[in-house]
């Protein structure tokens, strides 16, 4: 229970009649009329301040009462069981009550601290043999399980003099993922619609790395050796072989979750992204036909082994929704050999990281192994303001030692991946919002070529 402003105001009033009753006494009988008899006007005014004081705390004693006899309405919360990292999603709060009056009230939900609300808190009313519902928003800012505790309500008095304070409803728990939202708008999208959106390319094939698909009649731009000629012959027509991209391949990605993938870009961090783009990538090759599977390492270790069709992008979901970058350093040797002992079938292997030539020495004959059995791919996280702090201008001597710096430091990182490229590694460098399409360029280049 606590006083409302009205209650305040009501005392002031009250204390303000009882000081002008004191004060009369005082007042300059030259300022008075000769008529005036102060010792019965101060006693009016004593009765006065003592029936509005009866009156005001039986007013006070009735609305008490009143508001403690009231039955706290119940509180439903509907929310989606899950979330994706950085989009806002509705919650829903519906008051279910027994009042025969309108009640005024004010709302507020505890929704999870590592997520931002918006109307979190709002005031209403309750309508007589109706329920109410509130609406707000929330938006995660980290992946994992997250929890909504009771909704706080302040319930008005008839009188208006009081507010109680009640904790109503049942704490609920919501899942937190990386961004499905990109894959939900690239699922509702054709072939076509997905490349003019998101910038994926699509290239010629080359070579005969594919899966016979159908025969058909030859069109013009059918090379000679799509031709088939015993078809040809008994049609007595030219028929041409059509290939699709081979299915039934395996991709495994190897997310680093070590101190490096601790760095932000807006928000979120490194992994994040990386989990965004793997995410992504995923479901394009498990609609491709392909398999995916993946291991964390640096911090979280989690193992999938492949699994096929889109129906089972959940799985992945929910074996890295809540992983976190840790504060160590990342072991890519254990790593390396810890997947080629799980998994023996060739396979296109995705190395998500932020590497720097500090670690290099490490990673390069970690991957050299790795090479051996499969075809790898490294996708490398770059700072997006490294950028910004080339384009800065320079007006002196300490911005002129931040840009040679910056400078050094990125032509160490291009000398690293020149020399992923000699040794036979594909290599995808980009800034975290721009990796999922460069990624996924990167592995439909892969597919048409035959490489895997």
Known sequence: MRPTHRLFWFACGWALMGFAAALSMWLPKEILPTDWDAVAWQHQIERIWQISGATLAFLLMFDTVALLRMVPPSVLRQHSESLALGVWSDVELRLLHRYRRAVRLEVFDHHPPHCEAEHAHQKGLLIPRQGTEFRYRVRAKERGNHHFGSTDLLLHSPLGFWQR???????????????????????????????????????????????????????????????????????????????????????????????????????????????????????????????????????????????????????????????????????YNSAIRSIMTRHNKRALVVVLSNIRDENADDLKPALSLLQKKHLVMVANLEEPELHDLLDKPINGFQDALRYTGTKLYMERRHAITKEFNHSGLHTVNSTPKMMPVALINKYFEVKREGLL
């Open 165 to 331: 304070r009640l904790l109503v409803g049942e704490p609920s728990s919501v899942k937190v993922f990386p961004n499905f939202a990109a894959v939900s708008n690239y699922a509702m999208m054709s072939m076509e619609q997905q490349s003019a959106q998101l910038g994926i390319r699509l290239q010629q094939r080359r070579g005969e790395g594919m899966e016979f698909q159908q025969l058909r009649e030859f069109r013009q731009g059918d090379s000679l050796r799509q031709i088939d000629w015993n078809a040809t012959a008994r049609q007595r027509k030219l028929i041409s072989k059509e290939y699709q991209d081979e299915k039934d391949q395996q991709i495994l990605f190897l997310i680093d979750c070590g101190r490096r993938m601790r760095s932000k870009d807006g928000d979120h961090s490194h992994l994040d992204h990386a989990l965004n783009a793997m995410l992504l990538m995923s479901y394009a090759a498990l609609k491709q036909g392909d398999a995916v599977g993946l291991m964390s390492f640096g911090g979280d270790e989690r193992w999938l082994k492949p699994v096929k069709g889109v129906a089972n992008l959940s799985k992945i979901l929910n074996c890295v929704y809540d992983i976190s970058p840790s504060t160590r350093a990342s072991d």
